[in-house]
Nanobody, 114 residues
Framework: VQLQASGGGLVQPGGSLRLSCAAS????????MGWYRQAPGKQRELVST???????NYAASVKGRFTISRDNAKNTVYLQMNSLKPEDTAVYYC?????????WGRGTLVTVSS
């Protein structure tokens, strides 16, 4: 299984970005996909997750600003990020969990700066 993330970049405070992560390979249908991030000098942290059935979970710091969604037919998860703040600057990583399997994609850098 491989995870390919895209959509990062440089955006001004208050702006928006949309991240995508496509999973390829043999994937069990009942899984959790999500986004984590790691800022310079900090530990990796949860941003948001979404189950196959649509149940979601958000970090308190992004609730109300970020929206996670997924297309199960495409094994793709999205993260719509609005009202971005400088403290959202980080490398964002995609993750796929099903059963005992745990996969991480390469990160995509999001920089929020004026």
């Amino acid at each position: 299984v491989q995870l390919q993330a895209s959509g990062g970049g440089l955006v001004q405070p208050g702006g928006s970005l949309r991240l995508s992560c496509a999973a390829s390979g043999s994937i069990f249908s009942d899984n959790i996909m999500g986004w984590y991030r790691q800022a310079p000098g900090k530990q990796r942290e949860l941003v948001s997750t979404i189950r196959t059935g649509g149940g979601t979970n958000y970090a308190a710091s992004v609730k109300g600003r970020f929206t996670i969604s997924r297309d199960n037919a495409k094994n793709t998860v999205y993260l719509q990020m609005n009202s971005l703040k400088p403290e959202d600057t980080a490398v964002y990583y995609c993750r796929l969990i099903w059963g005992a399997y745990d996969y991480w994609g390469r990160g995509t850098l999001v920089t929020v700066s004026s």
